[in-house]
């Protein structure tokens, strides 16, 4: 396991036409090589490595340190593949902004080709971007959320924060976990963050037991109990997260908790306008007046390393990047007509992810 910690700086701007045109190109030729040689799992198991996903990135030529190598490398793969879903099996919804709150109609939109019954998909991309937004307090704000998904009801997730404050990032990868409320990520990458609330940790497992008995109860009697924490002398650390929270404004956010009668955390966490408030004080209350603790262990543990777009380590060469989109496509072709030597895109990635293990391991 590859453990450490990245910093990913929020960048401006945009990858310039002429690049993004190339990076469309060869994420559709790489994903082709790698789904003729190891199928839908192997592609939806790279895209939840950090690790992997960060040198994918890096070999589409963009900057090897910001925040934009998620949304333009994502944004390339979802728009090199977009017209071969038939072919291969592998559907992309969502993007950055505006375009993520498309993610379950475009869900919707390939299952009604497809024949599958939406539901289960749209709920775990829900689901899984409810997690890093409102149980998982970071300090950053989920503002890119991509869902990956296959015929056979496959998926992967690659969802990125900002902190705009620091001008950082932080990376989320998803792969369909046991359950939505216990460690669910693949992996998180980015910086150690100083305050954080894991409401989704292993260890939790007694805190969201009582969150969920308080989430039944009268949002009044909840409300009263928080009225009594903010007047009561408590620990700094309890002291900001309870600065934000104002029992009255939630007694109406929680009142649908109370209509819905939840039966597990992620029932609760599946329950329209419960956000990190509200969860933040089910968990407070938990913590505080029943003694069951929630976690504040960061689950960040990859880091990255190398570089392209703006110069660094070197500017990016048009002519060799073309040469390698024509030498992919040639792969490919081959590999389809039976020939078993994996693509050379692939070796060059595994060769610039083991470059990555002393940094990330250090």
């Known amino acids: 396991m590859r453990t450490g910690t990245a910093d990913l700086p929020l960048h401006g701007g945009r990858a310039p036409r002429w690049l993004f045109e190339r990076m469309t190109l060869l994420a559709r030729e790489m994903a082709l090589a790698i789904l003729s040689n190891e199928g839908t799992p192997g592609l939806m198991d790279r895209l939840a490595d950090p690790v992997w996903f960060q040198a994918f990135g890096c070999v589409l030529g963009f900057d090897w340190h910001s925040s934009g190598l998620t949304t333009t490398a994502c944004g390339a793969l979802k728009e090199g593949l977009r017209d071969l879903s038939g072919e291969t099996g592998v559907f992309i919804a969502g993007g950055k902004g505006k375009t993520s ?66 001008g ?10 046991e359950r939505f409320d216990r460690d669910p990520h693949a992996a998180v990458a980015g910086e150690s963050a100083q305050q954080v609330l894991n409401l989704v940790a292993s260890e939790g497992e007694g ?31 309890h002291d900001v997260r309870l600065d934000d929270l104002h029992p009255d404004r939630l007694a109406r956010v929680l009142l649908a908790t109370y209509e819905r009668q939840p039966e597990d955390y992620t029932a609760l966490l599946a329950v329209p306008g419960v956000g990190a408030k509200a969860l933040r004080a089910l968990a407070l209350v938990a913590e505080l007046t029943y003694g069951e603790p929630a976690s504040v262990r960061d689950p960040v543990s990859y880091s990255f390393a190398h570089g392209g777009k703006d110069g660094t380590p070197f500017p990016v060469d048009r002519p060799t990047y073309d040469a390698t989109i024509e030498s992919l496509r040639r792969a490919v072709n081959e590999a389809r007509a039976g020939h078993s030597e994996k693509s050379a895109a692939l070796k060059r990635l595994a060769g610039i992810e083991r470059s990555l293990a002393p940094a990330a391991t250090a």
């Not at 937004?133 to 959320?145: I, N, R």
Request: glycine residues 4%.
């Open 101 to 166: 709150r498309k993610t379950p109609q475009e869900i919707e939109s390939a299952c009604w080709v497809t024949g599958q019954d939406p539901a289960p998909l749209v709920r775990a991309s829900r689901l899984s971007a409810k997690v890093d937004s409102a149980a998982l307090q970071d300090g950053f704000q989920v503002y890119h959320h991509n869902f990956f998904f296959t015929k056979d009801g496959s998926w992967a997730v690659v969802q990125q924060g900002m902190n705009a404050a620091h």
């Open 168 to 177: 950082m990032a932080r990376r989320y990868h998803w792969l369909p976990p």
């Open 207 to 237: 805190n969201r037991r009582l969150a969920v008995e308080l989430a039944r109860e009268d949002p009044v009697k909840l409300a009263t109990e928080m009225t009594r924490m903010r007047t009561v002398s408590m620990p700094r650390h």
